[in-house]
């Protein structure tokens, strides 16, 4: 299976979705993570069904809906999944929480994998998946930690989603994904460095280029790998960012 090159919509939050989905399709990028947090709310349908109709008349596909749905105690996912549904997208990006995982208590680890696991329930029923932001301050803030709450949440509704540590080389950060890699269904493409400075995403080719041979050799390869943050938050850069993403794919 061919990765599919692709646009996180939260690049461009300054943007609509039409003149995200033109950028997109003139950058030649095939697919889509629409933002929960300005581009398609939770729980508009009527706004999601048009960002739908905009993504399929730019020739696209929707990869994923990008929630910010935080697995808590009490937090309600039926709102994300109505947007997601009305989307038509078949992946949901979630949150392992908002707490590290050396820092959160058990009690608080424990409603964390209850609540994952109660709404990869309700998204499996709906023919949705979820996947795992893979970022620091959650429970999935490395390797090891992400497939340990992958395991114990157990659903085969749930997978991860893979982004370079922030400050980690490019061996470590391409080691973590090796470790994870069969559960990734997704990629978040850029480069920072040596903190969170926006690069262009040539600036750590070797990071990249070392990633590509790990998900082609990979058993099941993620399905999207989605350009976010470019230099600047800048529209003009993105055609330059998203040939360097599929020159690394080709």
Known sequence: MSIRPGLCSVTFRQLDPAAIAALAA????????????????PGDVARAAEVARLTADAGLAVASYGSY???????????????????????????AGRIGSADATGRERAATIDALAVAAEQAGARGISLAL????????DDAEQTLRVLDEVGSPHLSTYWQPTVAATDDVAVA???????????????????STERLALGARDGLWRAFAEAAESAPLPPRDALLEFVPGDDPSSLAAEAATLRGYLG
Do not use: N
């Open 133 to 140: 932001e893979f970022h620091g301050r959650t429970l999935a």
């Open 176 to 194: 973590e994904y090796r470790r994870i890699a069969d559960r990734v269904s997704a990629v978040h493409v850029f480069s920072w460095w040596p």
């Open 26 to 41: 003139d950058a030649g990028l095939q697919a889509i993570e629409w933002g929960g947090d300005v581009h398609v709310p």
């Open 69 to 95: 749905f935080r697995a808590e105690a009490g937090e309600d996912v039926t709102p994300v999944l109505d947007a997601a549904e009305a989307l038509g997208a078949h992946r949901i990006r979630v949150w």
